[in-house]
């Protein structure tokens, strides 16, 4: 299975951003996809997730402002990200976990800077 992240940048404070992870491979049909990130200096944490079933979970930190989606058809997961605080910069992973396996993306690097 390998997991293809995209859609990083350099984004003003207030602005948005759309993250795109598609996964190839055996992949379960059964199975929970979502993103992490970690900020510099900090361990990697949770944002969103989302099972193949449409149900969501958010961090409190981003619940209000970022929007986790999926197509299960293209086994891709997006999240939109608007309203962009600087301290929403770091590097952002994606993840596809199924039975017993998870597996991670190369990462993608939002920095919210004026």
């Known amino acids: 299975v390998q997991l293809q992240a995209s859609g990083g940048g350099l984004v003003q404070p207030g602005g948005s951003l759309r993250l795109s992870c598609a996964a190839s491979?055996?992949?379960?049909?059964?199975?929970?996809m979502g993103w992490y990130r970690q900020p510099p200096g900090k361990q990697r944490e949770l944002v969103a997730t989302i099972t193949s079933g449409g149900s969501t979970n958010y961090a409190d930190s981003v619940k209000d402002r970022f929007a986790i989606s999926r197509d299960n058809g293209k086994n891709t997961v997006y999240l939109q990200m608007n309203s962009l605080e600087p301290e929403d910069t770091a590097v952002y992973y994606c993840n596809l976990g199924f039975l017993a396996f998870s597996y991670w993306g190369q990462g993608t690097l939002v920095t919210v800077s004026s």
């Open positions: 491979g055996s992949i379960h049909r059964t199975n929970a």
